[in-house]
Nanobody, 114 residues
Framework: QVQLVESGGGLVQPGGSLRLSCAVSRSDFSAWTMGWYRQPPGKQRELVAHITASRSTNYLESVKGRFTISRDNAKKTVYLQMNSLKPEDTAVYYC????????WGQGTQVTVSS
């Protein structure tokens, strides 16, 4: 059973930064495309960013230039560096393997508020 454990969320003021981490319990982690998703209150979950095995990245238009996804294959961890945070970034953030049947983790809450 693969586990995805997110951490690093919290309360931050607009303009602030957070770094999210996701630890993955899978030996072939380095071969996977990994994604960060978010679900704002009362809205559907959306893909924020993904990174392929070759470290190619793609971002949701609204976070381009502010968020950076990265991975450490030795630690089997994927990161999301979030800068210049806005109130509309408030959501529960999850990591997951795009288009896979894996169970979702518990997520980590990010709240951007003054």
């Amino acid at each position: 059973q693969v586990q995805l454990v997110e951490s690093g969320g919290g309360l931050v003021q607009p303009g602030g930064s957070l770094r999210l981490s996701c630890a993955v319990s899978r030996s072939d982690f380095s071969a996977w495309t990994m994604g960060w998703y978010r679900q704002p209150p009362g809205k559907q979950r959306e893909l924020v960013a993904h990174i392929t095995a070759s470290r190619s990245t793609n971002y949701l238009e609204s976070v381009k230039g502010r968020f950076t996804i990265s991975r450490d294959n030795a630690k089997k961890t994927v990161y999301l560096q979030m800068n210049s945070l806005k109130p509309e970034d408030t959501a529960v953030y999850y990591c997951h393997v795009p288009n896979s049947p894996l169970s979702w983790g518990q997520g980590t809450q990010v709240t951007v508020s003054s």
